[in-house]
């Protein structure tokens, strides 16, 4: 079990270089002026998790030992998204033992990226919660836009017994569901016609349905509708190209 004290947590030390540096800048602030082309790439967006880290525990300095407790969780959550985030696909390996070493109270937090979705697992006393949602708007929504677009989170979320997901196969199983559903070109992928032939449109987001509708469906089966509190968000996005194969969009993280 996680173990706390009462010595301040100490931040990893890092580097950012200047790309880094202005992915950030572009991604968390959103200037007036952005990048006409798309800038994502793994080392930019550890970068931005790496920052997000590192906040947290400044915050988490400035608060009493009491409170460190509450925020611990927290920070657990972000240190595990950066983690697995750090490669170009989740790791089965990785992903089976976070899921198999959660405590009550504890969050995890992975990016599917290939299905354009997110899923959030809550550890209750007796129930685990089980939330998904899109994690990059369609961008004919954005553009289509007046200001920002208004987004609800999360989406569906489905309450699964511990006893079920302490089973010695629902961790395997669920993290070689989430591993493939990472890297999988599915059919929710946008497409276009070029030359009389359906091919892959990179511009747009996928569907995320085979997350949040399909592993939904799977959890549905082995639990029931859970009532979590939602929020409506201001999102701010964009769809910026010129002279770029991709356009640039905020990141998903």
């Not at 553009?143 to 999360?154: F, H, Q, R, T, V």
């Not at 017994?161 to 089973?167: A, F, K, M, S």
């Not at 070109?185 to 569907?207: F, Y």
Request: charged share 20%.
């Amino acid at each position: 079990m996680l173990q706390y004290s009462n010595s301040r947590v100490k931040r990893q030390s890092t580097s950012t270089d200047h790309s880094g540096l202005e992915y950030i800048i572009n991604h968390v602030f959103c200037p007036l002026k952005l990048p006409q082309g798309n800038d994502h790439s793994l080392e930019n967006d550890l970068a931005l998790s790496q920052a997000v880290v590192n906040a947290a525990l400044a915050f988490n300095d400035q608060l009493s030992y009491e409170k460190q407790l509450l925020w611990m969780s927290s920070l657990k959550m972000l240190r595990s998204l950066k983690n697995s985030i750090r490669l170009s696909t989740l790791s089965a390996k990785e992903v089976e033992s976070q899921i198999s070493a959660m405590y009550n109270k504890d969050v995890l937090v992975y990016m599917i990226r290939a299905q354009n979705a997110a899923v959030v697992m809550r550890k209750l006393e007796y129930e685990t919660i089980f939330e998904s949602f899109e994690i990059s708007p369609d961008p004919t929504a954005v553009m289509g836009a007046k200001g920002k677009l208004i987004c609800s989170y999360p989406g569906p979320a489905i309450a699964v017994p511990n006893t079920i997901v302490g089973d010695s196969t629902f961790p395997s199983e669920l993290a070689n569901f989430l591993v493939h559903m990472d890297q999988d070109v599915l059919d929710a992928a946008a497409t276009t016609t070029k030359a009389k032939s359906t091919v892959l449109e990179e511009r747009d987001t996928a569907h995320p349905r085979y997350i949040t509708e399909l592993l939904t469906g799977i959890l549905r089966g082995l639990g029931s509708i859970a009532d979590v509190p939602r929020i409506r968000k201001r999102i701010g996005d964009d769809v910026l190209w010129d002279s770029a194969k991709l356009p640039w969009r905020r990141s998903p993280l």
